[in-house]
């Protein structure tokens, strides 16, 4: 199962928005309703932003929506923050039961 | 919610096999499936497989398969991961993760919200 593709980086301004994108195949991103997102800090664990697409988990801050259409979903963080800075992974289930990831975007505070 | 507590980093020498262990904390150990993720220097994640222990469902992503083994004490809460026949390009950080009790269980879709700290492997000769 190949890897998702993501977009290397996106910078952006504190308080604008930036979106980057992770397309898939028909086997993963087509199919699956079970999309996530995760932001890794340096030398962190990753963390749970969005799942099944579009929903956030609770605690997760509303300057984060994400859509999908056809092979392509997108991640949308609005009012950019420092704290925003990382790496960003999609992860898809596939038609295997199996799951595949993104190689990551990295996201840059001006 | 729960908590995974991983073993320690390992040096291995190429040819050889390392064992990775994930202990759970809380209940629903047997219910959710455990997966394990590795991360490789400077890379993205890739799935090796999972498994559920109340049903000893397992699951391996097809470039590991002949290599990796994974298992499941449910008794003591603890999966581990065996990969076997060790080349440099197995240098990464392996992640146990698996879907916190939020969920309902028993599903091999739900998404990974609980994640271990992490192993991190070096095999070098």
């Known amino acids: 199962q190949s890897a998702l593709t993501q977009s290397a980086s996106v910078s952006g301004s504190p308080g604008q928005s930036i979106t980057m994108s992770c397309t898939g195949t028909?086997?993963?991103?087509?199919?699956?309703?079970?999309v996530s997102w995760y932001h890794q800090h340096p030398g962190k664990a990753p963390k749970l932003i969005i799942y099944?697409?579009?929903n956030r988990p609770a605690g997760v801050s509303h300057r984060f929506s994400a859509s999908k259409s056809d092979n392509t979903a997108s991640l949308t963080i609005s009012g950019l923050q420092v704290e925003d800075e990382g790496d960003y992974y999609c992860a898809a289930y596939t038609t295997k039961s199996h799951w595949v990831f993104g190689g990551g975007t990295k996201v840059t505070v001006l | 919610q729960g908590q995974l507590v991983q073993s320690g980093a390992e040096l291995k020498k190429p040819g050889s096999s390392v064992k990775v262990s994930c202990k759970a904390s809380g209940d629903s150990f047997k219910n959710f499936v455990t997966s394990w993720v590795r991360q490789a220097p400077g890379q993205g994640f890739e799935w090796m497989g999972g498994i559920i222990p109340l049903f000893g469902t397992l699951h391996y992503a097809q470039q590991f398969k002949g290599r990796v083994k994974i298992s499941a004490d449910s008794s003591a809460s603890i999966s581990y991961l065996d990969l076997s026949n060790l080349t440099p390009e197995d240098t990464a950080v392996y992640y146990c993760?698996?879907?916190?009790?939020?969920?309902?269980?028993?599903?091999?879709?739900?998404?990974?919200?609980?994640w271990g700290q992490g192993t991190m492997v070096t095999v070098s000769s």
């Open positions: 993760a698996r879907p916190s009790d939020l969920w309902s269980g028993y599903s091999t879709s739900d998404p990974f919200d609980l």
């Open positions: 028909t086997n993963d991103v087509t199919y699956s309703n079970h």
């Open positions: 099944e697409v579009n």
